[in-house]
């Protein structure tokens, strides 16, 4: 999944030693956690708002493919691209890599669909989100 284009985000994260299991590595859900913060930040950026009730959309599906082991203090970057935009739903690809080797350490895609949490529905991709997507495409 490698992509040949610039990423719309990137995130750092420090390796604590709360991350990490028993086998002294990060768990597999905490990979996913810095995914979502990187995801989060990304689209409270581009919708102008703050909180949870600013991204206006759920999280419908993830994939991911975990290449390599990071430990206590490695320094770990996110970076997300858009790979496709739908009527209600769009897919982000991810990398994370480790910074300074730059040894890719996990690839993902998530599928997410934009919601009116008051109505309990999927609605269209909001207008200011689709641009933000299409133009990192």
């Not at 102008?48 to 999280?59: E, N, S, V, W």
């Not at 490695?74 to 790979?83: F, G, Q, T, Y």
């Not at 895609?109 to 495409?137: H, K, M």
Request: aromatic residues 10%; glycine residues 8%.
């Amino acid at each position: 999944m490698p992509y040949d284009r610039p990423p719309v985000h990137r995130k750092r994260f420090e390796v604590s030693i709360r991350d990490c299991d028993g086998l002294g590595h990060v768990n597999h859900v905490v990979y996913l956690t810095y995914l979502e913060m990187a995801r989060a930040e990304w689209a409270l950026a581009v919708r102008g708002t703050k909180g949870h009730a600013g991204l206006g959309f759920i999280f419908a599906r993830i994939e991911a493919d975990y290449r390599a082991e990071a430990t206590f203090g490695d320094v770990l970057e996110v970076s997300i691209w858009p790979v496709r935009v739908g009527t209600k739903s769009w897919t982000l690809g991810y990398e994370i890599r480790r910074v300074g080797s730059e040894e890719l350490v996990l690839e993902a895609q998530t599928v997410l669909v934009s919601y009116d949490f008051e109505a309990g529905t999927s609605i269209p991709v909001q207008p200011e989100l689709r641009a933000a997507l299409e133009a990192g495409r």
